[in-house]
């Protein structure tokens, strides 16, 4: 077998089914598997993968094991060559696995695959690519300060090169590499653990990629409320890593501690502030809509327009059609359009100042992001 993608699932039920519906074709003739590790979700994750995925090797745990510990138990079951960690929130094209593994085959020593990642509003995540996180680095990022080097600027978005540190929505190995050096950290309960992955296979000798050549989109944070919780397990997790991987030093040690002690207050302070917006009527346009989805879109409470466009080889009529009809939500079927289609269409669109939603295959909801640090929208068609 030649591929294993291991998703570990939390509550995300809606975004796990388009997550797992882009996986499946993306497969395509590549001999593949699918292992989806479920933290004990209580939305009926578990019943969607055996019901609508009856193909995909299904590990229910009883318990919350975080991301770690689930992923370890996932590739411990799996058969592939290479073994892919991705996100449940994630949307990757048709072509991304093909196009990865084929970069990988070029490469000498390899040690890790990570991807252009993009967020719902189609605006690329910088942290698809980042560098080691060195006391001195993290310091000055805590403070606001970037050195060019935490998010590996040594590298163009668009250029794929050899960097440090990929992040854990999508990272692409050899499974023998990922046993080699023991997994993930167990010692990680939630965030960092992708750090130490990348860090440790480098001191293994193998080099870490970020590969440019295909776009995936990651609805960032979906899959964790952003809120205090949250920093503190990503403060926790830091901790761990600078104890594991870098000697002591008392004026680093001071300066670091309270760096994210202020760092963690101006997260906290952002989490009190933050407002709930309220949802203004939209314009909707719905690009090649099949059966009753323009219909049902008309029914949404918040939605005084929908538009159809089927056009989709003329972007300037379509960009045109944008702007003449006030349109600030675009809404993809996926039942008439690939998930490679929607990725590139975004990349076009991101500039018409919209947010996107996606109708998956035989679905009755609509499901996007409209901000990389909010979590996702999901509205029920009727």
């Known amino acids: ?51 609508k995925f009856p193909s995909i090797t299904l590990i229910e745990n009883k318990d919350n094991l975080g991301f770690s510990k689930a992923n370890n138990s996932g590739v411990a079951v799996a058969k592939g060559t290479y073994v892919l960690i991705l996100n449940p929130d994630t949307v990757v094209a048709n072509n991304t696995f093909v196009k990865s593994i084929n970069f990988i085959k070029k490469q000498q020593k390899f040690g890790v695959l990570g991807v252009k990642l993009i967020d719902g509003k ?24 970037d050195l060019g080097k935490y998010y590996a600027n040594h590298l163009g978005e668009d250029e794929s090169g050899k960097v440090d540190v990929l992040v854990g929505a999508f990272m692409l190995m050899e499974r023998t590499v990922y046993n080699e050096v023991g997994g993930f950290d167990e010692a990680y309960f939630m965030y960092g653990e992708d750090i130490d992955l990348s860090y440790k296979i480098l001191k293994k ?3 870490n990629y970020y590969f440019s050549g295909t776009q995936v989109i990651h609805y960032k944070g979906e899959s964790t409320v952003k809120d205090a919780k949250y920093v503190y397990y990503f403060i926790d997790a830091m901790k761990i890593f600078y104890e594991k991987h870098f000697s002591s030093n008392v004026f680093y040690d001071f300066m670091m501690k309270l760096g994210m002690k202020f760092w963690y207050f101006l997260k906290f302070l952002g989490f009190k502030r933050r407002l709930k917006i309220t949802e203004s009527s939209k314009n909707i346009l719905c690009l090649c809509a099949e059966n009753d989805l323009i219909v049902r879109l008309q029914k949404i409470e918040t939605v005084e327009n929908v538009v159809e466009f089927n056009d989709l080889n003329n972007l300037a009529a379509l960009k045109k059609c944008v702007v003449t009809n006030n349109i600030n939500e675009i809404v993809f079927d996926n ?7 929607i990725i590139e269409l975004m990349k076009e669109l991101k500039q018409e100042n919209v947010t996107f939603k996606i109708n998956p295959k035989n679905t009755n909801f609509i499901i996007g992001s409209n901000s990389s640090e909010t979590r996702g929208e999901l509205i029920l068609l009727n």
């Open 205 to 207: 000798g193998y080099q």
């Open 122 to 145: 189609g605006t690329f995540l910088p942290e698809s690519k980042r560098g080691i996180p060195t006391p001195k680095v993290s310091f000055y990022k805590l403070f606001g300060v």
């Open 1 to 51: 077998m030649e591929l294993s993608v291991v998703i570990v699932n939390y509550n995300v039920c809606h975004f796990l089914e388009l997550c797992l519906q882009s996986v499946q074709d993306a497969i395509g003739d590549l001999n593949a598997e699918i292992i989806v590790v479920d933290n004990a979700s209580s939305d009926g994750s578990c019943s969607i993968v055996r019901q």
């Open 335 to 341: 039942n008439c359009l690939t998930y490679l289609e």
